[in-house]
């Protein structure tokens, strides 16, 4: 009986592919083609997200901001009633209040939608 170590009983360990092409170059340019897919459907979602609105509340919707998808903000409401010279140190706690409500929720909003792009893969500096 041979000893166990002759080639009659070695196998390969290393990773075998179906294509005799397929190697670091075309790993690499597969790798490259996936980058530019995932640039031109980020700039894509960046255009959705632009149309896309949330709007924010205080004052029980007496103050509302609304923001888009790019966080920007895009409308301003405020309650006629509210623009009185008493009101004004409450109209602007409400502002800053309905402001941060809606920044919040264009955050989380873009946020989610990225993270759905990205398969949840965290990429510092998108937003």
Do not use: Y
């Not at 530019?36 to 509302?64: F, I, P, Y």
Request: charged share 20%.
């Amino acid at each position: 009986m041979p000893p166990p170590w002759t080639a009659s009983t070695a196998t390969c360990r290393r990773k075998t592919t179906n294509n005799p092409k397929r190697g670091p170059i075309m790993d690499m340019m597969n790798l490259m083609k996936q980058a530019q897919q995932l640039q031109q459907n980020l700039k894509s979602m960046q255009e959705e997200l632009a149309d896309r609105e949330v709007t924010g509340t205080a004052g029980a919707g007496m103050v509302t901001a609304t923001f888009n998808g790019r966080i920007e903000l895009v409308g301003l409401h405020i309650d006629p009633e509210l623009i009185t010279p008493a009101n004004a140190r409450m109209l602007g706690d409400l502002l800053s209040a309905a402001v941060n409500d809606g920044l919040g929720k264009a955050k989380d909003m873009a946020k989610s939608e990225m993270g759905r792009l990205t398969g949840g893969i965290n990429i510092p500096g998108l937003f």
